[in-house]
T-cell receptor
Framework: GEDVEQSLFLSVREGDSSVINCTYT??????LYWYKQEPGAGLQLLTY?????DMKQDQRLTVLLNKKDKHLSLRIADTQTGDSAIYFC????????????FGPGTRLSVLP | EPEVTQTPSHQVTQMGQEVILRCVPI?????FYWYRQILGQKVEFLVS????????KSEIFDDQFSVERPDGSNFTLKIRSTKLEDSAMYFC???????????????FGDGTRLSIL
């Protein structure tokens, strides 16, 4: 079955850039997503990328997709303490109503 | 901005009892989903629902579980005869039916934390 993997922990200093990586196995993945989960809260959609794109930028967030290597990354520029959270990578094929496959989440800790 | 809302935020139930988790999806959305996240583990898909019927369900979604859209706004997950291992955070999500050849992200609620004693 499909699998999505992420490193579990990342620590950065405030003001530095964070790069969170994700790999997936499903070659039919068409949409890839990044969600943020703050403590005790739900999943907040950050951004998503269609598989025919290599890069997408949205303010401090940059998503890079290497479809050949099935590797997705999320770069957060000028990381702030408010960015501390768990970041989930998720993928889905291009079918209506299909479920997402989530990675285990990367816990980002931003140190002052 | 429209949100998916879930109630209650925390539900404590005795093992063996039935529990109903409630969700109000975003009003113009047509696809609805339930996921669960056992503490410290991955978010797992349970079921998707469209046009008043289940579109897809995972192995987790066995006869113990059922979903319903009892009216035009609510979407519920019922768990019969709860077990200790049902303790988890349950997330509801919804998405707008997209146009042909595209997709729309799912918007998640804040979750209901279910604790089975």
């Amino acid at each position: 079955g499909e699998d999505v993997e992420q490193s579990l922990f990342l620590s950065v200093r405030e003001g530095d850039s964070s790069v969170i990586n994700c790999t997936y196995t499903d070659s039919s993945s068409t949409y890839l997503y990044w969600y943020k989960q703050e403590p005790g809260a739900g999943l907040q959609l950050l951004t998503y990328i269609f598989s025919n794109m290599d890069m997408k930028q949205d303010q401090r967030l940059t998503v890079l997709l290497n479809k050949k290597d099935k590797h997705l990354s999320l770069r957060i520029a000028d990381t702030q303490t408010g960015d501390s959270a768990i970041y989930f990578c998720a993928e889905t094929p291009d079918n209506y109503g299909q479920n997402f496959v989530f990675g285990p989440g990367t816990r980002l800790s931003v140190l002052p | 901005e429209p949100e998916v809302t879930q109630t209650p935020s925390h539900q404590v139930t005795q093992m063996g009892q039935e529990v109903i988790l409630r969700c109000v999806p975003i009003s113009n959305h047509l696809y609805f989903y339930w996921y669960r996240q056992i503490l410290g583990q991955k978010v797992e898909f349970l079921v998707s629902f469209y046009n008043n019927e289940i579109s897809e369900k995972s192995e987790i979604f066995d006869d113990q579980f059922s979903v319903e859209r009892p009216d035009g706004s609510n979407f519920t997950l019922k768990i019969r005869s709860t077990k200790l291992e049902d303790s988890a955070m349950y997330f509801c999500a919804s998405s707008e039916l997209p146009g042909q050849g595209s997709n729309q992200p799912q918007h998640f609620g804040d979750g209901t934390r279910l604790s089975i004693l």
